[in-house]
């Protein structure tokens, strides 16, 4: 246990040394922001870029592994969504529930905790599972959103934003051209290659202080939202990284390390994804924000102990 520690101490301390600039007044809010951007905008992207062109074919194509992650994953989505709309949520705010319950921090928090406690060979299972959240589930989301926003609207005109948001996101774009590099086989020039190194080694650090430092804003609360935190946060610390270890065990037998892979990602908090969709849409700000809060405070514990379980 006290190894594990020291393995995921590290990686929570980063967001622990930005929450606390943060309070302390070192940075201000807008240096949260511009951080954000670029972890979003180069740092990130640099880094699945790099990992999708250097990797091999067989690497990324993990079938049993996508579909445990990733049946998993929709399965809570949707299961959020529904039972939202059961008690008479608006499509778009059953949206940013079922996001909050599905969402794993894969981009900020999955990269540095699985290099860490698995290796580099869990890069490229990370970089599926980011794929499948930050590309696939939030374009659900946008168009249930987007649909909720146009009720009555034309499906043609959803269908084009949602296209227009992923293809200028750089999360979405990064790994694409990768993919185009590595389909080439014309590998990664040396000056590209130690310019990649460069700025993709900092996607981890600066995206663990900037999650640090989002968490230290401060919120308005709202009523009665305390019963909905703690369920979203139960579903997605709990709930979602056993059924992901039923299918991993027993409908898709997955080897050791892809199992592991599959449930600590599962397991990991909810990201800061749906809180921006959230503020965008002025949907469920504050209690998105609750909900990663608690996660990624409660996860220190869940995942120290899911490791020992695991090792």
């Not at 070192?26 to 790099?50: C, G, H, K, M």
């Amino acid at each position: 246990m006290i190894s594990i520690l020291l393995i995921v101490l590290p990686i929570f301390a980063l967001t622990f040394v930005g929450w606390l600039a943060r309070r302390v007044g070192i940075f201000s809010p807008q240096s949260t922001t511009e951080l954000n951007r670029f972890v979003v905008y180069l740092a990130l992207p640099a880094l699945l870029f790099d990992i999708v062109a250097k990797a091999q074919l067989a690497d990324i194509w993990q079938p049993g592994f996508l579909a445990v992650f990733g049946l998993s994953t929709f399965f809570f989505f949707a299961a959020t969504v529904a039972v939202s709309r059961l008690t008479g949520a608006p499509i778009g705010n059953a949206a940013i529930h079922g996001l909050n319950g599905a969402y794993s921090n894969t981009a900020f928090l999955g990269f540095p905790l699985l290099l860490a406690t698995l290796g580099p060979g869990s890069q490229a299972l990370t970089l599926i599972a980011t794929i499948n959240t930050v590309c696939v589930l939030f374009a659900v989301a946008i168009v249930l959103i987007e649909f909720g926003n146009q009720s009555g609207g034309r499906p043609l005109t959803i269908l084009l934003r949602v296209l227009q948001a992923l293809f200028r996101n750089p999360l979405v774009l990064a790994p694409l051209l990768g993919a185009a590099v590595m389909a080439s086989g014309v590998g990664v020039a040396a000056p590209l290659d130690a310019f990649l190194k460069l700025l993709g080694s900092a996607a981890s650090p600066c995206a663990l202080v900037c999650l640090g430092m989002f968490l230290a804003e401060p919120r308005e609360t709202e009523a009665g939202g305390t019963g909905k935190t703690a369920l979203l946060v139960a579903l997605k610390l709990f709930f979602y990284p056993a059924l992901t270890l039923v299918l991993a065990l027993w409908v898709f037998p997955l080897t050791k390390p892809l199992r592991d892979a599959a449930v600590l990602l599962a397991a990991l908090p909810t990201g800061t994804g749906p809180f921006m969709l959230a503020e965008f849409h002025r949907r469920e700000g504050a209690l998105t924000a609750k909900v990663i809060l608690v996660s990624t405070v409660l996860s220190v514990g869940t995942i120290t102990v899911l490791l020992s379980v695991l090792a």
